[in-house]
């Protein structure tokens, strides 16, 4: 108690009845268990090789509340001192950390109490209707899962890059050997990829490979998709795996319904956002992987959001000014695993990423030269002088980074 009202009092509280307790421990970063990691104001300052347009996130003191795959971000200052005193509290007397639902590690199948489980979710019915408790019936069998992997692989993730494939590809193949190690947040992943591999195969080849029309297998794996993030409870869950289902099926649904998917696109950049998302990993020290990944899904959502504004025909509502996320790097998957703890070195050229490294570098001009004039009270001649300074830039960019390395024999 004595240790939290010195926090408080850090802040302004008041406790004139107490004794002062001990001042309030240093800001340390990362803690020894990777739970409680704080970005100190010297590394925020440090934004080189951020977005193109050279935006930067407020630099308030934030914390990231990361392991096992999950993480929360808070960022007032006040309850982000309080969650650290709190996780350190917990080191000292053993208690367990309530951050994870045990519902998101247990296995889906089967439920021990149906009548618990349908109303431990059917918060999610709003979005996600009708609900079923099992999906057992959706599941493809082995070889099916295989094929509609590699479609993902050829067809979606070259334009997508949510997904490191390698850790994607061992957790499937675990599934097709153990079918018990489909835990819920695995169980969304799976049916996100199928869904997004149904939409991405061509007609012949979904009756040819799948014995089903296409529109019956994206139909069939669509409802599956929205019932397993439902069960998987992403409006609140703090699984970056979720995270990762839920922006692949937004972008697949982009094709099937734009007005659905322009209104979800906007609550992933939120639930991104509690995630810690919008804030660059090496604020809070996270391993090159972790941190590869969350700047490939901020992107993408990021991109997802100008281009879905455009469809309805509104202006975007999220500002770069309100992230300081890194570009993700231009290497191959194969060029970082999840023991690394050392950054690797840039490709030249082109890789897997190069495409949608493009994209973001186009969508961040865009978005730049969409918000030129508003409210400036420059004139007209001087808000053209800028955008044109803007696109020759990009055009630089875009020149010294990727088409001087493309070879026009090739296509």
């Not at 917990?90 to 045990?102: I, M």
């Not at 099937?256 to 509690?274: F, G, S, V, Y």
């Not at 001009?365 to 808000?383: N, Q, V, Y």
Request: hydrophobic share 40%; proline share 6%; glycine share 6%.
């Amino acid at each position: 108690m004595q240790k939290l009202e010195g926090v408080m009092k850090k802040w302004g509280a008041s406790f004139d009845e107490l004794e002062d307790g001990p001042p309030v421990a240093a800001e340390t970063g990362l803690d020894t268990h990777g739970r409680v990691c704080r970005a100190s104001p010297e590394k925020e300052s440090e934004l080189e090789d951020g977005p193109s347009d050279g935006s930067s996130a407020d630099t308030e003191s934030g914390v990231l509340i990361a392991k096992d795959g999950h993480s929360r971000y808070i960022s007032n200052r006040l309850w982000a001192s309080m969650a650290e005193e709190i996780a350190e509290m917990r080191d000292v007397l053993g208690s367990p950390s309530s951050e994870h639902d045990s519902g998101d590690m247990e296995p889906p199948y089967p439920p021990e109490d149906p009548a618990e489980e349908l109303c431990s979710v059917a918060g999610q019915g709003f979005v996600f209707a009708p609900f079923t408790t099992d999906l057992r019936n959706f599941l493809p069998s082995p070889a099916h899962l295989m094929l509609l992997w590699e479609a993902f692989e050829g067809n979606v993730d070259p334009l997508t890059k949510v997904l490191h494939r390698p850790t994607v590809q061992n957790l499937l193949g675990n599934v097709c050997d153990d079918p018990t190690a489909l835990t819920r947040e695995i169980e969304a992943l799976l049916f996100a990829i199928c869904f997004a591999a149904a939409v991405s195969v061509s007609p012949i080849q979904s009756q040819k490979c799948f014995g089903e029309t296409k529109q019956a297998l994206v139909r069939r794996f669509r409802f599956a998709a929205e019932q397993a993030l439902a069960r998987a409870g992403f409006l609140t869950s703090s699984s970056l795996m979720v995270l990762q289902a839920f922006v692949i099926y937004i972008i697949c649904l982009r094709t099937e319904d734009h007005r659905k998917a322009c209104a979800l696109t906007n609550l992933a950049i939120n639930l991104a956002q509690a995630l810690g998302i919008h804030r660059d990993g090496t604020h809070f020290k996270l391993s090159p992987l972790d941190t590869e990944i969350r700047r490939r899904l901020w992107w993408s959502l990021f991109a997802g959001g100008v281009r879905c504004s455009e469809d309805v025909g509104i202006h975007p509502l999220l500002s770069t000014h309100l992230s300081d996320t890194k570009f993700p790097m231009n290497i191959a998957d194969d060029d970082i695993t999840p023991e690394m703890r050392e950054w690797p070195q840039p490709r030249e050229g082109c890789t897997e990423m190069t495409l949608c490294l493009i994209r973001n570098e186009l969508t961040s001009t865009m978005h730049r030269l969409s918000s030129f004039g508003a409210g400036t009270g420059h004139s007209s001649e001087e808000i053209i002088e800028k955008k044109e300074r803007a696109i020759n830039a990009c055009f630089q960019r875009m020149e010294q980074k990727y088409l001087v390395h493309c070879d026009m024999g090739v296509p």
